[in-house]
């Protein structure tokens, strides 16, 4: 491979929170990482969403770029920087006819969520998500005083994720529900959704007028042969009821730069998303940041981020097959998307009379530092970030076959 993603890089005492929060919680004695890591074992971070690789070489050298000239003042997004989003959703995605003027700026996805909902509910409404949930939604949401209504996903014969439309329009006609969010692709689950699948979620959002956040910050994460599709191509309506986020910083490990962006075709919601955005005045573009997104989507950056899928994709293989051949009682849904694996381990816990902190305390006591899934509705769920240097794959799960799965 031309770039390098198995170079251990230490990240200790450089602004990462994978390794400094849990240093944190250890140093105060409380926290979920508080748990003191054992004698002869180091820390694998595997639990905040971030990856453990050098960046794409394009998105530094076009920082440096505008770094040289020594003023940062106020500024205005370059015509560049939008016609870098729409090559990419051209070329990547198969959109076609997106423009600048659909194009907004967003701090970050979850902030972007919030101010869809702030247009598009009223003080105290019930929002519909698919659970597993993934965490941030929660706190977000419910932080400023909506409700989640958590629609559960079911496994079907192949072990495969699928959105249980029976009970999503239950809940949304027993409790008059208008707006949803749909996670494409899927996290924690990691599931890409097909086509028809996107189609009958949407035609149940036309059928019961219920408009649609699209929170698509992994569409470029996808694994193997899958691929993603946007919600906004489903139909002209699909188009029209839905707010779509993106981001490079998922995809490039750009999330310390901050830049996300929306993309609304419907002109009347464009409009309140903007005006809602810019209330408090925090939702500002830094040159930087503009400057990371269109050095990410740069040729190099296309290049160096086919390289990382198929390094993404042997990651998930290993862990995957890792776990089917190993651990009797943990089952694990093949990820489609994303480098977030969701393990589930009821059977493993009831057949070993282990509690889930006991489960989680055992393999934070070996350095592998796993995220907990009940955060994420998951009862008895783990959730573990693939995207390290291989190396670092194995040892994590070699461990953790040795001191907690089959001690």
Aim: aromatic share 12%.
């Amino acid at each position: 491979m031309k770039y390098d993603f198995e170079a251990i890089i230490e990240r200790h005492g450089q602004d990462a929170l994978a390794v400094d929060r849990p240093a944190q919680h250890r140093e105060a004695g409380e926290g979920y990482f508080s748990v003191p890591v054992k004698d002869g074992f180091d820390i694998i971070p595997m639990w905040v969403a971030d990856m453990n690789y050098a960046v794409a070489p394009s998105i530094p050298r076009a920082i440096k770029k505008r770094m040289e000239h020594p003023v940062y003042g106020y500024f205005e997004p370059r015509q560049e920087y939008y016609d870098a989003i729409i090559k990419w959703q051209t070329e990547r995605n198969h959109v076609e006819g997106l423009t600048a003027e659909c194009i907004g700026y967003e701090n970050g996805v979850l902030g972007g969520v919030v101010s869809a909902a702030g247009i598009l509910c009223s003080a105290g409404d019930k929002i519909l998500v698919n659970s597993p949930t993934y965490v941030g939604f929660m706190h977000s949401l419910c932080n400023v005083g909506y409700e989640l209504v958590h629609s559960p996903m079911v496994l079907d014969e192949n072990n495969v994720w699928r959105m249980d439309y029976e009970d999503m329009e239950k809940k949304i006609v027993e409790q008059q529900i208008h707006t949803a969010i749909l996670c494409n692709p899927h996290n924690p689950t990691g599931r890409a959704w097909e086509r028809w699948e996107i189609e009958k979620a949407m035609e149940l959002y036309k059928k019961h007028d219920v408009y649609v956040i699209s929170d698509e910050i992994w569409s470029d994460l996808y694994l193997a042969d899958h691929h993603h599709i946007p919600t906004q191509t489903i139909s002209e309506d699909a188009k029209m009821r839905t707010i779509a986020f993106y981001s490079p910083s998922k995809t490039f490990n750009l999330a310390g730069l901050i830049g996300s962006y929306h993309i609304v075709y419907n002109k009347r919601l464009r409009d309140r998303l903007r005006k809602e955005g810019s209330l408090s005045h925090y939702n500002s573009m830094n040159v930087l940041s503009m400057y990371a997104l269109m050095g990410a989507y740069e040729p190099e950056g296309v290049e160096w981020l086919e390289e990382l899928l198929k390094v993404l994709t042997k990651n998930a293989d290993y862990a995957c097959d890792f776990i089917e051949k190993n651990w009797k009682g943990v089952n694990v849904s093949r990820p489609q998307a994303t480098y977030m694996l969701f393990i589930d381990c009821e059977e493993w816990c009831k057949e070993h009379g282990k509690t889930m902190d006991e489960l989680e305390n055992a393999g934070l006591e070996i350095g592998v530092l796993w995220q907990d899934g009940r955060e994420f509705h998951g009862e008895y769920s783990i959730r573990l970030n693939l995207a390290l240097p291989f190396a670092r794959v194995q040892e994590a799960f070699e461990r953790l076959d040795k001191y907690v799965f089959n001690a």
